[in-house]
Every structure is written in C-alpha cells, then in structure tokens.
T-cell receptor, first 110, second 116 residues
Framework: GQQVMQIPQYQHVQEGEDFTTYCNSS?????IQWYKQRPGGHPVFLIQ?????EVKKQKRLTFQFGEAKKNSSLHITATQTTDVGTYFC??????????FGTGTKLQVIP | DTGVSQNPRHKITKRGQNVTFRCDPISEHNRLYWYRQTLGQGPEFLTY????????KSRLLSDRFSAERPKGSFSTLEIQRTEQGDSAMYLCASSPPGPEENSPLHFGNGTRLTVT
C-alpha cells in the first residue's frame, strides 16, 4: 500500500524560531493533505494541495507541493506555543482511502 | 455543523470481552471512515463506507473486527474477543460527497479503548 515518510519525527524549537516538516512519497501523488493533532485531540484538516509546485499560505503556515508531486513541506514561521502538536501529511491510499504519514511532533519552548 | 460524534469516549474492558463503538457523522456526509491510532503513531486506516456500502477494508482488520452502517447514517465498530493489542484510540471521520478523489476528513474525538 501507499506509504509516506515524514521527517523529522520530533522537533523542539524555541518560541519564535521557524519549523519545517517534510513528507516524502516513493510514488507520484494526485494530492496531499495536511492535518494537525493537538495533544489529547483529534486530527484537524489544515489544507489540501493538488497542483505541481503549488504553494499555499495560512497566516504563518506555508505549504508546498513538490514539482514532481512526490513530496511536500509545511513551514511555520515564528512558532508560537499554540503551534504545539503533531503534524501529519495524508495521501490517497486507494479507493477513497486516505493514508496518514508518520507525523512530526512539534514542541515549542516558551 | 454539530461535528462527528463518537460514543463512548472511553471504554475499559477485560480481555476476551466484546465491545461496540458508535459514530455519528456530520449529517450531510455520505463517506465514513474508521481509523485506529496508537500512541506516537499516525492514524491507521481500518475501513470505509460510502452511504451504507462498505467499500474498503484494511488487511489490518482481523475477522474479530466488524463495522456496519445499516442506514447510511451512523456506524458501529465491533471488536469481538478483545486482546490487549486492541488497546488504542478508535477514530471515526466523515467527508462530504463530491467529485474530489479525497475530500477533507472531519474527525470525531475518538473512543479510547483499554483492554486489561
């Protein structure tokens, strides 16, 4: 089945520093989604990327889909304590199935 | 939008017992998914319904697991003869109808199962 790797697995940053997580697939993707899961919470949809080379921004968050549509990144500028959580990429895994990546757990030190 | 509702929030059971969880999706969503998540891992796909039809089932789902969505609205997930390895958070998600290959998933708060 479809597998995606995310790196890093964990990241600790000082508040105000930037953060980036990467998602890599061995196959070309039709689209990629990003979710955030706060500690003790459930995954919450952030964004979906569809086009090659697409870049989307949500305030301090910048999402990018690679030109070959095999990788994606999420970059957070000037992290805040509210950014704490685990960020997952998710890709189509078959008929209507969505396969989640391994996640990157972000800790922000105030 | 009342969101996806799951019951119960927590379930503690003894090994060998059967358990059943319920999921009520967002009312206009025809797609419903069950996922399982263990600590430090991403959600693992278990099964998918479109309306009342179960269209895909993971190989992770042993024959002790069964899911239903009889009227295309709420869904139940039953685990028979529970084992300690079944301890996990069981997440339900729904998504609206549409032409997109993958619509965003709306997750419920999950049911945390502990098998002792």
């Amino acid at each position: 089945g479809q597998q995606v790797m995310q790196i890093p697995q964990y990241q600790h940053v000082q508040e105000g520093e930037d953060f980036t997580t990467y998602c890599n697939s061995s196959t070309t993707l039709s689209n990629i989604q990003w979710y955030k899961q706060r500690p003790g919470g459930h995954p919450v949809f952030l964004i979906q990327l569809v086009k090659s080379g697409e870049v989307k921004k949500q305030k301090r968050l910048t999402f990018q889909f690679g030109e070959a549509k095999k990788n994606s990144s999420l970059h957070i500028t000037a992290t805040q304590t509210t950014d704490v959580g685990t960020y997952f990429c998710a890709v189509p895994g078959g008929y209507q199935k969505v396969t989640f990546g391994t996640g990157t757990k972000l800790q922000v030190i105030p | 939008d009342t969101g996806v509702s799951q019951n119960p929030r927590h379930k503690i059971t003894k090994r060998g017992q059967n358990v059943t969880f319920r999921c009520d999706p967002i009312s206009e969503h025809n797609r419903l998914y069950w996922y399982r998540q263990t600590l430090g891992q991403g959600p693992e796909f278990l099964t998918y319904f479109q309306n009342e039809a179960q269209l895909e089932k993971s190989r992770l789902l042993s024959d002790r697991f069964s899911a239903e969505r009889p009227k295309g609205s709420f869904s139940t997930l039953e685990i028979q003869r529970t084992e300690q390895g079944d301890s996990a958070m069981y997440l339900c998600a729904s998504s609206p109808p549409g032409p997109e290959e993958n619509s965003p998933l709306h997750f419920g708060n999950g049911t945390r199962l502990t098998v002792t």
